[in-house]
């Protein structure tokens, strides 16, 4: 309480009162805004509460506001003061409204807010355009629209741009920005992002895309620039060739090869044109091999001299080849001689000469001025004749000089002012033929009794191959005969022969000849007389000509041959000698005489002996003497050639002959002489001799074996004709006289006809045995023998007489060996054992029951089994072959004495008719017929029946009906049918006989009332689905058939489906299968399913005869219900595994999930119908399998530096789930996967909702994992796997999400590259830094050649990364307005001080840097930072010094003048900037320009000064005294100088002696003349007091002397003038 006194204690505090809570008051509107695009960040202030914390709020907008149509925000916005409502649109100002709620209720709305509007800007950067479709000359390119942001949602884009620009620099020239029509960048406005062509580019050139948004506010930001090459295509035309070099005939040339269009051109082709001609013609195609500056050199080679050409080419790369260039300007070739000449013709030849004309040859542009024709009869050329002949006369030349009929060979050469020419190819000619010249004078060089032999020289035939020889010879008179009395004559010798035989000629007479030859020109001249010569005496006559046969007749031979020559004395008789042997043994011939020749005896008819010559000469001169008449026998010269040919020709058929080389004698005396009385069909060789008067002369040569003609025997006698000697079952045998005369050929066999009916016998196609003639006749000489067939040897032959008695058997039984052992081996195994051989079987019995002597039997058989096996083959059973063959000829049994003849293979008890005849080689008899017919064959067993035939209309289920055709009787009547039978499934093999044998017999006898045999049979009780087979046998009174018969056939079934064959029973429904067996061992689990196989088979079911068309399959689960059907069919394969017992293995479905329990069964069809169903298989458990492919992870939750993955549990396919898997790796990287670590990720997964977030229906058993730490703004892309028992299941699809984005990384440093360095330019690179997951935007670049400024603009720019930044909302901007590309504050980079930095903005894909106008040797430092739209990257480390090179001084200043006097000048310089490289020398140039002179210093001549007083040059001294004031003065120093001054500036202050001191004159401003302000004093003595001079210095460097500087002015001081010379007076 309080009073006046004060105030009071306070009272005990009450109980605790508390107010009920109410709602929230109203807030206040809002006020704060974040404008965003598209979006608006609203914020308000914190509501009361009244008593309840507040839960939430709420938060509506309106274009109005008035807040009319509000729109409320359905989220819950939670307790936080601020909140971002997107969707909002452009042009629009929207009001806000906020409310408040608790535990208690809702608020009322706050005030509506300001009106604010969203962020209005260009749209956002597109991404890069794609591919669409592309040709040689042509891409389209498609975009996607920018994304739904800001104002890209679509409805404000105005139009899209595309650029894009072509060639190895596309990326610069693009990167450049530039957008105008025309430029180095391609524009294309409104462009369609479905698709945009652009057209007219170079093939398989690189082309740089991209594209840009435009809407109200502007332009957006370029988008990732894509880079296509279209597709390449042939090349461009190259350039036109240039000439680079030529010759007479080639030349080389080069061009440069066009545009490849994106493929290496490999080959180019040139053309060559003629430009007069206008002939062209292509060269290569050849390998393209260009130099360093890509010049491609060509030869074009076979050009002609002095002619003008053009060339061009084209080039090829793999798609095709180029136009054609251009043509090259046209290029002549150098003259040369011309050419040779080849177009020569001979006309006019004669014997002896030839002429020749030309064409006039290529005078490659330089004209002929003359010809040599050069002609020879040498083709080689080695000894020839020369012409000239002159240009302007006609070109034709005469070449004479040469021998008739030998070839002439002439050549021409042209020449002009460059010299002759080659000679052309030669023209050759045959000189014109004559007649030969006159030979030799002809010598005898050998004479006879009736002859000489002439020999000549071979005379030159004139070209003409000489064919005859002329010779005349003439009797002389040294015998003194008259001159008529006198023998002369003339012979023509045929061929170039050099001697001949001349005859006949009288013996013992003198004669003379000459000779000519003769070719198709004629006859030639004659020789000289020869020397005369005598013919010697009469002598024996030669030997005759060798007999040759002509013809012959059974008993007379004609032969002939050629008389000889009487040697002188005429021929009396001659003497044939005949022999049937060629050695002419006594007693082995016979001597014939026959007449000599004449004209009346008969003219040979084969080719008389042809001489070499002929001769005419009187037919009387044969005998060789007496003198005949010779008149005439010369053939006049004036007759025509032919005739005298023909004249003397008709002398030689008269008898006048020539002497043969070869044959000694040509006289044409043949004649025919037949020789009678000899034996037929004999050879005879003959001899012959002749007589003369002096007496015989030797025997001719034998002559070859000649022979009487044959003819054919007579015929088998009738008296006693043809007899039947036996009567066998199947044989008969003859007997028969042979034929009484063979005429020369003995009887080699006999033709034997036989037949039923006797019609027959005389009937085409009659049955007809040979039979051979063992006894053959012979004589000597025979011609035709033949050798009789080898007999037998009674040694060979044991136990004859019994043996014989079985063979005998044989033969009348079967006829043959062959016949009679197929009847024996009735079971075809191939050997016969002793019981069946002796006894038979139980089917067939004895096989020889018939035979009378059962006895023999044994022995026979061991006769036979030699080698004591107890069986007898087909090869020991032919040992009976001799004893039949003996028992054929009678030899065995037979008194029959002549021909024995056995005809086999008759039918049993049928008649014959027989006739026979004798066959020689000559040819046959007549037919002989038996006296007694017919003849009747012995009856025995009944023939083998034919195969049963099935009756199909009668099967049924149970039997079969069989019928047959009764056989052939065999002689004796059927009496029996015995049948055997068995049955088979189809399925099995068909009965074989030995099944048979085992099989029921049935005997069918006759009817008892008509007595006719059955033929038709019906089994039964049988199963269906059985094949019955049945064999059966008939029986006479000679016994059953010896064989069954064959087994029966498909009849009118289908041969490969036996159920369908007439002996087998009707088909019904299969019977019940077998349970299947899944084979447990091929159960493979794969991907949650289970493959694997099961087997079945069919044993113990019956087909019934058909063959399984489908099976059936019941898949169960463990409860036995079904849960798939399939069918199979079988291959042809599989039923015969069936068939022959296996089982078919099959594939089970593919619907079992690995794990389950399942079983099997089955039932089969055939074409009878379905089987019943069969028993269940055993219950099988799939095998576990590694878990199903989990979905793709997803994710709720992204941070800068994490990312939450949820995935849900995938099915673990009959294994539990142990572990997952998960990998990954950023999205554009190629890196490899990156595994989470095991064991964390199994701590660390959780099911969803265990953070206490809420769980929904569709998260239930889900789980989620957070992986971290990631980089900031990366998209990242991941994968899971699961694994249990059996193993890991496949990877799941990937899944991307991204972190948030930061600045870019600092750049390195160490990834500085200098590119070039040069005296005023630096180009430099770096490696780009990692961008933080947002592309690069620009790089920023520092430097300057202070480096103090450089360190201060860095550090200022890295502690203003640390503030707090407007920029991180409204972009990082180029300072100053500057755009990308630009750079500011390089301005100073070419003087020694610098009161700035530079900046530059370069492009994002630049990393290259390149700045000019510096100062040569001045130091540089650079550094770098990388910026993208989360905000600037850190500056790298500073990079220098760099210095650029240094060059020799540029600027100098002149000279300073500080005092003179009358003969010296003292002057100070001061040392320009030695641009980079030290100045180790200066000089200095005087130059005198006005002054007074003694006249011995000036030259008489020019009046002007000597030259060493009007100018000199010397050098200074660089390190001479300082004389500038300010050295050394202590000065206070200020940071300012210090900060300004470049490394050059110090460098500067240091050579000129000033080190340190640069900071100490504030007020000078260096430059390149004076860089340092520091003075050197020099001085120039020897001056001439009173002049006027200038002078001027020039300093020296490393790299050069600076240029002169501006000349300096001054006066030396006056003074009196000199004392002069003495005087002299010309007059004294």
């Known amino acids: 309480a309080d009073s006046a006194a004060g105030c009071g204690e306070w009272s005990e505090s009450s109980e605790e009162m508390k107010t009920d809570p109410e709602r929230p008051l109203r807030p206040d509107a809002p006020y704060r805004f974040g404008v965003l695009p598209r979006a608006l960040v609203v914020g308000w202030k914190v509501a009361d509460c009244r008593g309840s914390a507040v839960l939430g709020y709420r938060l509506q907008y309106s274009l109005a506001s008035d807040m009319s149509s509000a729109l409320e925000i359905p989220a819950n916005i939670g307790t936080d003061c601020e909140y971002a409502v997107a969707g909002l649109k452009p042009h629009n100002s929207y009001h806000f409204q906020v409310r408040a709620f608790n535990a208690v209720g809702t608020s009322d709305w706050s005030a509506p807010s300001r009106p604010v509007a969203v962020k209005q800007e260009p749209p956002n950067k597109m991404a890069a355009p794609w591919l669409v479709h592309k040709t040689s000359t042509s891409i389209t390119v498609s975009f996607a629209a920018p994304a739904d942001s800001g104002t890209k949602d679509g409805e404000m884009i105005q139009s899209y741009t595309l650029l894009r620009a072509q060639g ?201 001025t003359e010809y040599t024709v050069r002609w020879t009869a040498d083709e080689t050329f080695r000894v020839y004749k020369d012409m000239k002949i002159p240009a302007a006369e006609p070109r034709t030349a005469l070449c004479d000089g040469l021998t008739p009929g030998s070839m002439g060979y002439a050549s021409v050469a042209a020449s002009n002012k460059c010299g002759y020419g080659t000679f052309g190819p030669f023209v050759s000619t045959q000189m014109d033929n004559s007649v030969p010249i006159a030979p030799a004078r002809p010598r005898a060089v050998e004479v006879g009794p009736v002859h000489c032999k002439l020999s000549w020289m071979m005379p030159y035939d004139c070209g003409q191959k000489i064919t005859h020889f002329w010779i005349r010879y003439k009797e002389t008179a040294t015998d003194g005969r008259p001159e008529h009395e006198r023998h002369n004559g003339e012979a023509m010798v045929v061929g170039r022969k050099h001697h001949c035989f001349i005859t006949p000629m009288f013996s013992k007479r003198e004669y003379t000849c000459i000779i000519a030859a003769e070719n198709s020109c004629g006859i030639g001249a004659w020789s000289p007389w020869s020397k005369n010569f005598r013919i010697g005496a009469s002598a024996l006559p030669l030997t005759p000509g060798e007999p040759e046969f002509v013809s012959s007749t059974i008993h007379d031979i004609v032969a002939r041959w050629n008389q000889p020559e009487g040697m002188g004395a005429g021929i009396v008789d001659q003497v044939v000698r005949i022999s049937k042997t060629p050695a002419f043994e006594e007693g082995t011939y016979r001597d014939v005489v026959v007449p000599c020749w004449n004209k009346e005896l008969p003219e040979a008819t084969g080719d008389a002996a042809k001489g070499e010559a002929t001769a005419s000469v009187d037919p009387g001169a044969g005998g060789g003497g007496g003198g005949g008449e010779t008149g005439g026998a010369i053939a006049s010269e004036e007759l025509p050639l032919e005739e005298r040919r023909k004249r003397v020709q008709k002398a030689h058929m008269e008898g006048a002959g020539v002497f043969s080389l070869v044959l000694k004698l040509a006289l044409r005396k043949e004649a025919n002489y037949n020789i009678a009385d000899n034996i037929p069909g004999t050879g005879f060789f003959l001899k012959v001799a002749a007589r003369n008067d002096v007496g015989m002369g030797p025997w001719s040569i034998a002559s070859a074996l000649m022979h009487t003609d044959i003819k054919g025997p007579d015929p088998i006698p009738q008296d006693p004709g043809i007899e039947c000697l036996r009567s066998g079952c199947t044989t008969l045998t003859f007997g028969w006289q042979r034929s009484p005369c063979s005429w020369g050929a003995p009887v080699t066999h006999y033709l034997v006809r036989y037949a039923e009916i006797e019609e027959d016998l005389w009937k085409e196609g009659c049955n007809e045995l040979v039979h051979q003639e063992l006894d053959r006749e012979e004589w000597l000489g025979m011609m035709h023998p033949e050798p009789a067939p080898p007999g037998i040897k009674d040694e060979e032959l044991q136990d004859e007489e019994a043996i014989s008695l079985f063979a005998e058997y044989l033969l009348v039984r079967f006829g043959t060996l062959e016949e009679s052992w197929e009847w024996l081996d009735i079971n075809r195994s191939g050997e016969v ?257 289970t493959i694997g196989m099961f087997r079945f088979n069919t044993k113990g079911a019956r087909t019934t005869g058909l063959p399984y068309i489908r099976f059936e399959f019941e898949m169960l689960d463990v409860a036995g219900n079904v849960m798939q059907e399939f069918e199979a069919e079988p291959t042809k394969d599989e039923l015969d595994e069936l068939v022959n017992g296996g089982s078919i293995r099959r594939a089970l479905p593919e619907i079992l999930a690995a794990g389950e329990q399942y079983s099997l069964r089955t039932r089969a069809k055939t074409a009878a119908g379905w089987s019943p169903l069969s028993g269940t298989s055993e219950v099988v458990r799939m095998p576990a399998d590694r878990p199903v492919q989990p979905w793709a992870l997803l994710s709720e939750f992204t941070s800068v530096r994490s990312i939450e993955l949820k995935w849900w549990v995938p099915y673990h396919n009959g294994a539990p789930i142990e572990r997952y898997e998960i990998l990954f790796k950023l999205l554009k990287s190629d890196d490899e996967w990156t595994p989470i670590d095991e064991r964390h990720l199994a701590e660390n997964t959780h099911e969803h909702g265990h953070d206490g977030r809420r769980t929904n229906a569709k998260n239930i058993g889900s789980l989620t994992y957070r992986i971290e730490p990631l980089r900031e703004n990366l998209d990242y892309v991941f994968k899971l796997r699961a694994n249990n028992s059996v193993g890991w299941s496949d990877w799941s699809d990937e899944s991307g999400f991204k972190t948030k984005a930061v600045k870019p990384a600092r750049i390195d440093s160490r990834g500085f590259e200098i590119t070039y360095q040069d005296t005023r330019q630096i180009k430099f690179k770096w490696v780009p830094p990692d961008n933080n997951g947002e592309e690069i935007t620009r790089y920023e670049v520092l430097g300057g050649p202070n480096s103090r400024m450089v360190r201060w603009a860095r550090l200022t720019q890295m502690i203003l990364s640390t503030t707090v930044d407007c920029e991180k909302l409204f972009e990082f901007l180029i300072p100053g307005g500057l755009e990308v590309g630009e750079r500011t504050g390089s301005k100073d980079f070419a003087e020694l001080k610098c009161e700035e930095c530079m900046y530059a903005a370069v492009l994002p894909h630049e990393t290259t840097f390149d700045i000019s106008e510096l100062l040569p040797g001045q130091d540089y430092w650079f550094t770098v930072r990388a910026v993208n739209k989360m905000g600037r990257g850190e500056f790298s480390d500073i990079t220098g010094p760099i210095t650029t090179y240094p060059e020799k001084p540029s600027a100098i200043m002149p000279l300073a003048v500080r005092d003179t006097d009358e003969r010296s000048c003292r002057f100070s310089f001061k040392f320009p900037y030695n641009m980079g490289a030290g100045i180790f020398e200066a000089k200095a140039q005087l130059t005198r320009t006005e002054g007074p002179l003694a006249h011995h210093e000036v030259d008489a001549t020019t009046g002007e000064p000597h030259a060493h007083l009007a100018s000199r040059e010397w050098n200074l001294d660089i390190y001479s005294k300082i004389v500038s004031d300010w050295v050394d003065v202590e000065l206070p120093k200020h940071g300012r100088g210090l900060v300004l001054v470049t490394s050059a500036l110090e460098r500067a202050f240091k050579e000129q002696g000033a080190e340190g001191q640069f900071h100490n004159r504030l007020d000078f401003v260096p430059s390149l003349e004076n860089p340092t302000d520091l003075e050197r004093l020099a001085e120039v003595d020897g001056l001439r007091p009173g ?41 004294l």
């Open 1587 to 1627: 002049t006027y001079y200038e002078i001027r210095w020039s300093c020296g460097s490393t790299r050069g002397w600076s240029p002169w500087s501006e000349p300096t002015k001054f006066l030396t001081e006056a003074m009196r003038p000199d004392t002069p010379e003495a005087m002299l007076i010309p007059s």
């Open 833 to 1089: 054992a002793e019981v069946e051989f002796v006894e038979g079987d139980i089917d067939n019995g004895p096989p020889f029951a018939d035979f009378k002597n059962q006895e023999v039997l044994p022995k026979v058989f061991k006769m036979l089994d030699r080698d004591l096996r107890g069986k007898v083959s087909v090869v020991e059973f032919k040992q009976l072959l001799p004893y039949l063959e003996k028992t054929k000829k009678g030899s065995a049994g037979s008194k029959h004495n002549g021909v024995y003849c056995m005809v086999p293979g008759l039918t049993p008890g049928k008649s014959y008719y027989i006739v026979a005849r004798a066959v020689n080689k000559a040819g046959m008899s007549g037919w002989t017929r038996c006296l007694k017919e017919p003849h009747i064959t012995q009856p025995m067993s009944p023939a083998k029946i034919l195969p049963l035939q099935g009756v199909p209309e009668l099967r049924t289920l149970t039997s079969v009906t069989f019928r047959w055709e009764l056989p052939y009787s065999n002689g004796a009547p059927l009496n029996d049918i015995e049948l055997r039978y068995c049955s088979r499934d189809v399925e099995e093999p068909p009965p074989d006989r030995r099944a048979l044998r085992e099989g029921s017999l049935v005997k069918l006898d006759p009817d008892a009332t008509t007595g006719v045999i059955p033929t038709e049979i019906t089994l039964s009780n049988f199963k269906p689905g059985q094949l019955v087979f049945a064999v059966a046998r008939a029986f006479n009174n000679k016994g059953g058939a010896r064989e069954w018969s064959n087994m029966p056939g498909p009849g009118r079934g289908d041969v490969n489906n036996r159920i369908t064959w007439d002996s087998a029973t009707l088909p019904e429904a299969p019977t019940e299968l077998g349970p299947p067996a899944i084979e447990v061992e091929s159960l493979i689990s794969k991907n949650g399913s």
């Open 168 to 368: 190895p620099d596309c990326l610069e020239r693009l990167a450049g920005g530039v957008k105008e029509e025309g430029g180095t960048v391609g524009v294309h406005r409104n462009a369609v992002p479905g698709g945009t062509e652009v057209k007219n580019l170079q093939p398989g050139v690189r082309c740089a895309f991209l594209v840009f948004a435009v809407n109200e506010f502007g332009e957006s930001e370029p988008s990732d620039i894509v880079v296509l090459v279209p597709d390449p295509a042939a090349p461009d035309a190259p350039d036109a060739p240039e000439m680079v070099e030529f010759t007479r005939w080639s030349a080389i040339v080069k061009f440069l090869s066009g545009k490849q269009n994106g493929l290496p051109v490999t080959t180019y082709a040139m053309q060559c044109c003629e430009a007069e001609k206008e002939k062209t013609w292509d060269l290569g195609p050849w390998d393209l091999v260009l130099d360093n500056e890509g010049i491609q050199y060509c030869g074009v080679n076979s050009l002609q001299p002095g002619a003008a050409y053009r060339v061009r080419a084209r080039v090829t790369n793999e798609l095709g080849t180029s136009p054609w260039s251009g043509w090259s300007s046209p290029f002549f070739t150098e003259t040369a001689p011309p050419d040779a000449v080849s177009k020569v013709t001979i006309e006019d030849v004669g014997s002896t000469h030839f002429r020749i004309t030309w064409e006039e040859p290529l005078d490659y542009h330089d004209a002929i």
